[in-house]
DNA sequence: GAGAATATTAACCAACCAGTTAATAAATTA
DNA sequence: TAATTTATTAACTGGTTGGTTAATATTCTC
């Protein structure tokens, strides 16, 4: 058997370094020498623990994905909740996660768009998300005449696009809506909160 | 002097091939030798056109922003356009030119987000854009009671977020809204022109 | 405490990296 | 055509990369 406590320190203290090193320099950006260093570790424990660099990553993406707030979506499947409540508490809970996170969420997008084809299996099975509770709750409503008959695809990609667009793309944002200043950015973004949901509401009843 | 030709070739060559590589592989993913390789060029001579890897990527980079179809925002600058006209102009062009090449935004927008403070100045001067055409058509609207009174900012980061979301970050969203097809992907973009536009013109005249 | 399993280390490896150099070829100028 | 400038090349450099190995230290089991 394992001797537990320094096991779990190592790998866990390798797991950390590589977590802060990957997320601030991406992954082709950092090495693994830094990662050993930084964790205070001999460079072959590393592969020890884990069999390649890539190895190391894919487990640093899958925490990250978790941390990244993107969960948050899985809230769209909570039966209970009356449409526009949902929609309200997703806007606000993605965008204070995403206030929180905003760099991890950076580096889960900006590797996804980077390698594709290995990552999204890892997305995949990491988030699973079951659209059909809200399409059957967005069709029924639509039954109703509560609200147009809409695209649920399309009010999911609506959503997500507002909230995420200003806080993974910060730099490009910054230059366009020319705000520099920290404050005056987390102000915007606090803003756009009862504006995402108001632009939704409105697009949803006319 | 210069011989013109041939060196306009290679130089041309190389920059053709860098620019290639490094959409495709990202900054930190490629290496110099197979930029030259792929330009069919001595390595050296990539030292003898730019001074290195780091020149080399910011010509690139300035290329990219060029090509990428940012520039279109520079349309909002526009005053004899009526406001709506040109959002409806702004949303088709964007979505048009990024349909044709997503894969050059996503580079723009991945690296700008890795390498922050490196590649901000070169947008800055690459796009310059002067949003106060655009701040007195919305303010001079909402006096005249034609829309609610909003933050310009606001509608810029809206329309410009839905727009490149689903596209920039294309992987996600395929897992997201579960749409794997390319052409039920185009499709479905296709459809968002229009979604954009009403979802912007109901939240603007409620 | 012997033996086995687990954990850790320093030294090593070949391939690759960005970048240089010194010599040469080709074109321009005079 | 001689001198000069511009263009191109092969070979090289020093450092880094991801990854291995073989020996050793530590811990667990009995």
Not at 106 to 132: A, K, Y
Not at 181 to 199: A, H, N, P, T, V
Request: charged fraction near 30%; charge should be negative.
């Amino acid at each position: 058997m394992k001797e537990q406590e320094s096991t779990i320190d190592t790998k866990d203290k390798i797991l950390e370094s590589a977590y802060n090193i990957f997320v601030e320099k991406g992954g082709n950006g950092s090495g693994i020498k830094e990662i050993a260093e930084k964790a205070d570790v001999n460079k072959a424990m590393l592969y020890y623990y884990f069999d390649s660099k890539e190895h190391l990553f894919k487990e640093v993406f899958r925490k990250a994905i978790e941390e990244s707030g993107l969960k948050v979506l899985e809230t769209m499947e909570d039966s209970s909740t009356p449409l526009f409540d949902k929609i309200k508490r997703y806007i606000d809970a993605l965008t204070d996660h995403l206030l929180e996170e905003p760099i991890i969420f950076s580096f889960v997008m900006n590797e996804l768009n980077r390698h594709p084809e290995v990552l999204t299996e890892i997305l995949v099975d990491t988030i699973d998300f079951d659209r059909s509770v809200l399409d059957r709750q967005i069709n029924e409503a639509a039954d109703r005449y509560e609200i147009a008959r809409i695209n649920p695809r399309q009010l999911l990609a609506n959503i997500t696009s507002l909230c995420l667009g200003p806080i993974i793309n910060r730099s490009y944002y910054s230059v366009v809506l020319d705000i520099s200043s920290e404050s005056e950015y987390r102000q915007f973004l606090e803003e756009r909160k009862g504006i995402i949901y108001d632009m939704t509401i409105s697009w949803l009843t006319t």
